[in-house]
């Protein structure tokens, strides 16, 4: 048996150097631990003081509310949706989805079904976040048609923005008529001067006069109603294309392959993106010679292209796509005075403007291009591997087609035509079809 001295000599050598380490380090660890808390505290404090700020500048509702509201009971404005907004409050703004302080974009309720709702703000708030002024200057947003204009006017009148929009089109009658019965909210065969006002105040929105173009395409949001100049469309219930998005904040400091990697990671399957991709090539064919003219996808963003529950594509934005007969006449040297976009009468030339400029590049780019660019990233992740050499092929042969789709008609559908039979090919006859 080891002697008792022996035993503790054995125990100091072997376990003290031990907790003398250990209690050494003890307190630097505390400190390295404490230091990453507070720094966690900090970040997360940070982003949630971003999100409020971010929050109050860009979600003024209740303002866009009180405005419209005001307008309707004094008689200057009309529309389908007034009374449930103003009176029976059947209309309701809940999430904010505004990314600028003066598009105000709600998803609501309306009579329990979900709604996007979507407003123009241009007065000064005051620290009460109410404007200092109800109204707005009826003169810039609600100045025609003026009183006494006749039917037969306000017919012609709206004939000539719709020329100037949209190019001279056979079916331009067609259109200004689907107009006036939008305009008749109670549907008694005529328009009054108040029904007048809002949907003159709404065609000069770009969305919305597209909206009215392209009602019956099948990739386009149904528009619901509208008051005055606010309009209330069929929610869209996955508003792009990404399920991630990085706030603009957190850009510099979140790498952008991780947020590649994690929106690649929350990505639905590859057949449901090949079915949501198939959608968003039929939205290029939808504006291109449609019955009111060809329309050019400024911006293709993922932001932009959403998808329903069944994995249909939607357009969730329609903001940036133009006229393609505006964007000849600006390409011609001309400003384009009086075009979509000009929203509130203020600017309007400079709003219409730098909306065609993001389609007049060096080489004007179709909206099939622009569109395989997008899918390049958003379609290969993942792809069958029997299917992703001519899937490439396809994309890149896209990518490169140059030069106004108009004028280069037939090479722009063939290659349209061969990326969906490519796509259709591997997911027909399965449950994704």
Same mark, same amino acid.
Request: with cysteine; glycine share 6%; hydrophobic share 35%.
């Given at each position: 048996m080891m002697p008792?001295?022996?035993?503790?000599?054995?125990?100091?050598?072997?376990?003290?150097?031990?907790?003398?380490?250990?209690?050494?380090?003890?307190?630097? @660890?505390k400190v390295k631990y404490l230091l990453l808390a507070w720094l966690g505290i900090l970040i997360i404090s940070w982003i949630v003081y971003m999100q409020y700020a971010s929050y109050a500048e860009l979600c003024r509702g209740h303002v866009c509310q009180i405005v419209i509201c005001d307008h309707y009971r004094r008689g200057i404005i &009309? %529309?389908?949706?007034?009374?449930?907004?103003?009176?029976?409050?059947?209309?309701?703004?809940?999430?904010?989805?505004?990314?600028?302080?003066?598009?105000?974009?709600?998803? %609501?309720l309306w009579k329990d079904r979900p709604v996007v709702m979507k407003c123009g703000i241009e007065d000064p708030v005051n620290i009460d976040g109410v404007p200092e002024t109800l109204s707005r200057p009826e003169m810039s947003l609600f100045d025609k048609p003026t009183r006494g204009t006749s039917m037969d006017e306000f017919k012609e009148m709206l004939h000539s923005f719709l020329k100037a929009n949209l190019g001279e089109q056979p079916s331009l009658s067609a259109l200004v008529d689907r107009v006036i019965t939008l305009a008749d909210v109670n549907q008694d065969g005529k328009v009054s001067l108040a029904e007048a006002k809002s949907i003159w105040a709404l065609l000069h929105i770009n969305e919305f006069l597209l909206m009215v173009a392209l009602q019956e395409k099948e990739h386009t949001p149904k528009l619901l109603g509208f008051c005055g100049d606010l309009y209330v469309t069929e929610r869209v219930s996955h508003s792009s294309l990404y399920r991630l998005e990085v706030p603009h904040?957190?850009?510099?400091?979140?790498?952008?392959?991780?947020?590649?990697?994690?929106?690649? $990671?929350?990505?639905? &399957? $590859?057949?449901?993106? *090949?079915?949501?991709? @198939?959608?968003?090539?039929?939205?290029?064919?939808?504006?291109?010679?449609?019955?009111?003219?060809?329309?050019? @996808?400024?911006?293709?963003?993922?932001?932009?292209?959403?998808?329903?529950? +069944?994995?249909?594509?939607?357009?969730?934005?329609?903001?940036?796509?133009?006229?393609? *007969?505006?964007?000849?006449?600006?390409? +011609?040297?001309?400003?384009?005075?009086?075009?979509?976009?000009?929203?509130?009468?203020?600017?309007? #030339?400079? #709003?219409?403007?730098?909306?065609?400029?993001?389609?007049?590049?060096?080489?004007?780019?179709?909206?099939?291009? +622009?569109?395989?660019?997008?899918?390049?990233?958003?379609?290969?992740?993942? *792809?069958?591997?029997?299917?992703?050499?001519?899937?490439?092929?396809?994309?890149?042969?896209?990518?490169?087609?140059?030069?106004? *789709?108009?004028?280069?008609?037939?090479?722009?559908?063939?290659?349209?035509?061969?990326? +969906?039979?490519?796509? $259709?090919?591997? @997911?027909?006859? #399965?449950?994704?079809?």
């Open positions: 008792r001295a022996l035993r503790r000599l054995v125990h100091l050598m072997l376990f003290c150097p031990l907790s003398k380490g250990l209690q050494s380090r003890l307190p630097a @660890i &009309s %529309g389908s949706s007034c009374k449930a907004l103003c009176d029976q409050k059947t209309l309701t703004l809940h999430r904010c989805m505004s990314t600028s302080s003066t598009h105000q974009v709600y998803v %609501g904040y957190l850009e510099a400091v979140v790498p952008e392959a991780l947020s590649s990697g994690l929106n690649h $990671w929350l990505a639905p &399957s $590859w057949p449901r993106r *090949a079915r949501i991709t @198939i959608g968003l090539l039929e939205f290029v064919e939808e504006v291109f010679h449609g019955s009111y003219g060809s329309f050019l @996808i400024c911006d293709a963003s993922p932001h932009h292209v959403g998808y329903n529950t +069944k994995y249909d594509c939607k357009m969730a934005n329609l903001r940036s796509v133009a006229s393609e *007969a505006v964007v000849r006449a600006f390409l +011609k040297g001309r400003r384009c005075e009086n075009n979509a976009d000009c929203t509130y009468g203020k600017d309007c #030339t400079a #709003t219409c403007d730098r909306l065609v400029k993001q389609c007049n590049t060096e080489v004007v780019q179709p909206n099939l291009a +622009k569109v395989c660019m997008l899918l390049q990233d958003y379609l290969l992740f993942g *792809a069958p591997s029997d299917l992703r050499g001519d899937l490439e092929k396809q994309l890149r042969t896209c990518v490169t087609l140059s030069g106004l *789709a108009s004028q280069m008609e037939v090479h722009h559908s063939l290659v349209l035509n061969n990326l +969906k039979t490519l796509l $259709w090919k591997k @997911i027909s006859n #399965t449950q994704y079809s």
